[in-house]
């Protein structure tokens, strides 16, 4: 079967394959720690779970309107405004199978054959993938180390132009934990009003943070008419499998992203939805628990890669992804990670994995238990000084 050209141009996560590969390792006998897959190892709370089960029970197993059940767009609305410090509507929110919809939707809805779309890199993988397959041109901005994986403002700037159609911002950010400062919004606000760019803000992450405050797109009323805001339950509430996300945007692009999804899947299962009302509307202590379980683990997983001859490592301030600086080890990124899985029995992430800007770093996720991570630790201390023998 000869497949569509634009099929050359799709991407794809590197976590999922690595997952394989270290499942093969589990099956011939071999101890795996796994610290490739970005998924909190806490369970989604009982509250959560219950509302999905009398969603059940109560027959909620039907069709539901295309956007979402009106009492989550409600929902959705009311938690961004009380968290954004903004005034959107119920019609302007379309609830999605996970967030990824989102970004493909809303490129499919804007971006043309030769638009340039400005992107993170090192970044989460589909953004690039996404832009190929729209038949857009990707156009990275560089997060960099030393400026603790924050954009250089005037790079930036240069980067941008009358072509570029969409800006794509995560904060705090996959793979490196980087968290953007309100200086930073402001200059992609003045670049997006200059070029007349809409912007996709990705803060699905937002929740995660553990030092200093949360910088929102949405603080800047003059961008909301412009803005796609990207979030979800799947990080704050450890729902990644119930695939439930959200989008935030104007209402005519509202609409557009309905029809699309009315025209791929229909629309997000009610039990998910039901599960998703109660974990906005109910107890929001779980959120805090398992943000200070991943903040005493990033404290223990970037000390112990600091004392690692050969890899250092910055602190991150969201997410849960340490994200260490590995050339002092000698070898490139992809090799060391596949060494570091087949020698020591840790699956990780090649900094690659998320664009070309990644070479010279490795992914760790630390949503995994302490014990693990000490474990994990050990192990790569050993293979990385037999290396250096």
């Not at 999605?96 to 939707?105: L, Q, V």
């Not at 009610?270 to 628990?289: I, M, R």
Request: charge should be negative; charged fraction near 20%.
């Amino acid at each position: 079967m000869k497949l569509a050209e634009r099929m050359n141009r799709l991407g794809t996560e590197t976590a999922f394959h690595v997952l394989v590969k270290a499942r093969a390792l589990e099956a011939q006998g071999r101890s795996v720690i796994h610290l490739e897959l970005g998924e909190p190892d806490f369970p989604t709370p009982d509250n959560i779970v219950q509302a999905g089960v009398r969603a059940l029970r109560d027959g909620k197993t039907k069709y539901t309107p295309s956007a979402g059940i009106p009492e989550l767009r409600e929902a959705i609305v009311a938690h961004v405004n009380a968290t954004r410090g903004t005034s959107f509507t119920a019609d302007q929110v379309v609830v999605t199978p996970g967030a990824k919809p989102i970004m493909f939707f809303t490129m499919l809805a804007l971006v043309e054959p030769g638009d340039e779309v400005l992107y993170p890199s090192p970044g989460f993988p589909i953004y690039e993938s996404m832009i190929n397959y729209c038949g857009g041109k990707a156009v990275p901005y560089i997060l960099r180390e030393a400026n603790d994986f924050r954009f250089d403002p005037d790079e930036f700037r240069a980067l941008a132009n009358a072509r570029t159609k969409l800006i794509i911002l995560n904060s705090p950010q996959n793979p490196t934990g980087g968290v953007l400062e309100q200086s930073d919004l402001q200059v992609v606000a003045e670049t997006a009003l200059k070029y007349d760019s809409a912007i996709l803000t990705d803060e699905v992450y937002w929740r995660i943070l553990y030092d200093g405050t949360f910088s929102s797109l949405l603080s800047m009323p003059e961008l909301h008419s412009r803005t796609i805001l990207l979030d979800g339950f799947s990080k704050a509430y450890s729902m990644t499998g119930w695939r439930l996300g959200w989008g935030v945007m104007p209402a005519d692009l509202a609409d557009q992203i309905t029809r699309l999804q009315t025209n791929a899947n229909s629309c997000v299962a009610g039990v998910a939805q039901y599960a998703g009302l109660e974990a906005l509307k109910g107890p929001q202590d779980s959120v805090g628990k398992m943000v200070a379980a991943f903040k005493e683990r990033r404290d223990t997983i970037v000390e112990g890669l600091n004392n690692i001859p050969g890899l250092t490592c910055l602190k991150p301030r969201g997410a849960f992804y340490a994200f260490p600086n590995s050339t002092g080890t000698g070898w490139d990124s992809r090799r060391l990670a596949e060494y570091l899985l087949n020698d020591a029995g840790v699956a990780c992430l090649s900094g690659t994995a998320f664009g070309d800007a990644g070479e010279g770093y490795l992914r760790f996720s630390y949503a995994n238990s302490l014990e693990n991570i000490k474990e994990a630790l050990r192990r790569i201390r050993a293979a990385i000084e037999k290396i250096q023998d």
